[in-house]
């Protein structure tokens, strides 16, 4: 099969295309036929070796954690799944080897679930990954109807999933943002604020009690700023800083593979409360201009790989 590989830790330049040959599936995984990727951070850092003390890597390496394809081949005991499924997912395995810049991946079945019917290949594997960072930081801060939520890069990938999650359950969404897109961010639900010099007091106009909940997706201020924001009794999230959890006693949190969560995900999806927003799509051997595109840092939505 045509597949991305790495053979040791860079930047973008060490991804290559290459022949690998098709994984093998084990009990409780099925092989998926690829039909998207998407590219996410995350990827650039395991790909450099930032979590090399964090992750085991067999090299060559395949990278990619989020997937949309088809079932092909089902394991001995996977009745969750048939052959001819549309299914998505966050393939994170215990090591890193086989990911899903390939034509195929072998995908444990706890790590899928039916695509939306409403999405596309390309919208359905931009999903998972961003989406159940957000969504799991949601219900671990305990998110509910009627409260005031502020989302810290809110135009961001995982942002922008978590202001439409807020606003589903019933939220009142404030979202950090350029100007540029604030446009964008009302569009989702959210009531844009600027970032940068003078945060507190803009989000004070807006929240003069506070607010609720703070989720902590990007920016440096968010930590810092949090005393001055949050309402008595409220609560912080963060996927970038520990600060949030050992210093204001909040969450930090790290996404982890759901069945469940990716069922809700697509629930929404389908209700048609959840948008997905793509922002380039590459073909597989123009992978490492998709990770340079993510790593700007600038990219509203998904960088999506069709194979």
Do not use: C
Request: proline fraction near 5%.
């Amino acid at each position: 099969m045509r597949a991305i590989t790495y053979s040791r830790y860079g930047g973008p330049d060490v991804l290559e295309l290459t022949d690998q040959p098709i994984p093998k599936v084990g009990a409780d995984s099925v092989l998926v036929r690829v039909r998207a990727a998407s590219v996410n951070p995350v990827d650039g850092y395991v790909r450099a070796g930032y979590l090399d003390g964090a992750m085991d890597v067999g090299f060559p390496a395949i990278p990619g954690w989020d997937v949309a394809g088809v079932v092909e081949r089902v394991g001995l005991d996977t009745p969750e799944l048939q052959v001819g499924d549309e299914v998505f997912g966050y393939v994170r395995k215990d090591w890193v080897h086989g990911g899903t810049f390939a034509e195929y991946v072998s995908a444990p079945v706890r790590t899928l679930a039916r695509k939306p019917a409403s999405l596309s290949f390309e919208e359905a594997a931009g999903v998972p990954l961003a989406g159940l960072t957000a969504y799991q930081s949601i219900r671990r801060a305990g998110v509910q109807a009627g409260q005031t939520v502020l989302v810290h890069a809110a135009a961001g990938g995982v942002g922008s999933f978590a202001v439409q999650i807020a606003a589903a359950l019933g939220a009142r969404v404030l979202g950090t943002a350029s100007s540029a897109n604030h446009e964008y961010l009302r569009g989702l639900g959210a009531e844009p604020v600027e970032y940068g010099d003078g945060l507190v007091e803009r989000v004070r106009a807006l929240a003069p009690e506070g607010v609720d909940v703070i989720l902590h997706y990007g920016g440096t201020e968010a930590i810092a700023t949090a005393p001055a924001l949050l309402a008595d009794g409220g609560t912080i999230a963060s996927i970038l800083d520990a600060a949030a959890r050992d210093e204001l006693g909040g969450h930090y949190v790290w996404v982890r593979p759901s069945t469940q969560d990716l069922e809700a995900l697509a629930a929404l999806a389908d209700d048609g409360r959840l948008k997905v927003e793509i922002a380039q799509v590459f073909e597989l051997a123009d992978t490492a201009a998709a990770h340079e595109a993510s790593a700007t840092g600038h990219v509203r939505g998904k960088v999506v790989v069709r194979i």
